[in-house]
């Protein structure tokens, strides 16, 4: 009976380091644009915009449909983070309390890069897939008993993200499989669990609805934004999965490979583990070589799921397989271990750099009033990361020709936010034919003729250490119309 306060304190203990160390990273972390992006969304659209926006965004609208109520009654740009955080440390208490794993394998888990950065401090959905996957996980055993409560679950992670849906299909397979095979060790309702079977499928076939792509979208196979498969994304998002840190070397991508196998292994011995493992493995391979490449955030979920694997095959043959879970089980530690190491590099990184350049130089604009002028931006979607910032301000984005906030990614979009600092120099131009008073955004610096027709008002005062393209210029005319003294050449 001791030993249970004493477990308790522990626990308690590792949970309040978490947190800690996730408050640290969230007071130095600097939005990039794709937190922007959802912010702006749930901020500035309305419902129908949310829905339409989801078929360019690869996610359905539940992320954008929780942040909604705190965007528009005006909260601050920082709460996203804060929910997010919330939302990842109730994942990795529900990890803690419920998972099967050793103390040691639980520590170095949710202190390795994934859970205590990727997706605890960069505030997107990813969290939000990662605490229903384990409740889920949790509640497995008994997903027969409350048919209806698991299948609500699963239909909720089938409308998070792309990246889930896949490992929610594993879910739905394997319980029509147990189902119609009477692989259930207990009596069951079996109208119960026809019906949250029902409810599995349907929450799927809405999460299609909301994101299968339009045409124009640059997801859409038709977009030739992506002209062809890249066959060795799903080798790079192993390596990733087991070492987010280095470079995609040969022999780096064939020990992940190797480390993959051992730790997959003993899953042959259970079909319900190893069904998860296919299914969700094929789906995010799929996605990997079509569209989403070699990003951390997206490799990410290959570890989440191999580690839900094992979990959910400890139900099944928790006592069988000794030696190959030994060996599983120092690999996979070996792997976290490293990972850990890496995550306080990262940190470290993150307390002396800038993740983005776009809170500095948003906060130089709102303290000088420049936002009351027109601001042209070269780049959309890096601009885009400023403007949450801003209340009520758009950007003139000189590719797309039109004044926005957030961006809807299409095929067009996609192509003309890639222009030049001397095209968007020249766009301005035509579009503010003679005036003076407009300011000049750039994620690099004005060279040659231009050089001299402007001044520099500020630039990025940091280096930006990951996200590379946000590192932002503001220029204005020589004779701009202004009593201010900002100048920072």
Known sequence: ??????????????????????????????????????????REANLVKIFAISHYEAAPVTWHLLLAPFAKSGL??????????AIAFFAITIFLVFSPFSLSTKILFIFSY???????????????????????AAFYPKR???????????????????????????????????????????????????????IMVAGGCLAILQVYPYGDSIYSLFSNVYSSFFLAAPLISIKNALFPFGDNRSGFI????????????PLFKSPQGLSVILISYAGLFMIFMLHMRGELRYDGFLL???????????????????????????????????????????????????????????TFIRQHNLDLHA??????????????????????????????????????NF??????????????????????DILLLLIAPLVGREAEEFELVHRTNKKVFRIDDEVFYLYRYKNFPTSGNFIEN
């Open 254 to 265: 064939i020990l992940a490979l190797a480390c993959m196998t051992i730790l997959i292994f």
């Open 114 to 136: 994934y859970l205590a950065f990727e997706y605890s401090v960069i505030g997107r959905h990813y969290a939000l897939s990662i605490l229903l996957i384990f409740l889920i």
């Open 415 to 436: 192509i003309a936010n890639r222009i030049s600092v001397h095209e968007a120099v020249k766009e301005m131009k035509l579009a503010f034919p003679g005036r003076k």
């Open 375 to 412: 601001v042209v931006a070269q780049n959309g979607p890096s601009s885009s990361a400023l403007l949450p910032y801003l209340k009520d301000s758009k950007f003139w984005y000189a590719g797309q020709k039109e004044y926005a906030s957030y961006v809807y990614f299409t095929k067009h």
């Open 304 to 362: 989440i799921i191999l580690m839900v694997a094992i979990w959910i095959s400890s139900y099944y043959d928790a006592a069988e397989g000794k030696l190959s879970k030994k060996i599983q089980f120092m690999i996979l530690k070996s792997c976290l271990l490293l990972s850990v190491i890496y995550c306080i590099h990262v940190y470290s990184l993150e307390y002396r750099y800038y993740f983005s350049g776009a809170k500095e130089m948003a």
């Open 144 to 198: 027969f008993k409350h048919a209806l409560i698991y299948a609500f679950l699963v239909f909720l992670l089938f409308n998070i993200n792309v990246f889930s849906f896949s490992f929610a299909a594993s879910l739905c397979f394997i319980f029509a499989w147990e189902l119609f095979r009477k692989k259930i060790p207990y009596p069951i309702n079996s109208k119960s669990s026809l019906m949250g079977l029902c």
């Open 76 to 85: 601050p740009y920082i709460t996203q983070s804060i929910l997010n955080l």
């Open 1 to 42: 009976m001791a030993s249970c306060p004493r477990k308790i304190c522990l626990l308690v203990l590792i949970l309040l380091l978490y947190l800690l160390l996730n408050i640290f990273g969230l007071i130095y972390h600097e939005p990039w644009r794709d937190e922007a992006q959802s912010w702006l969304v749930a």
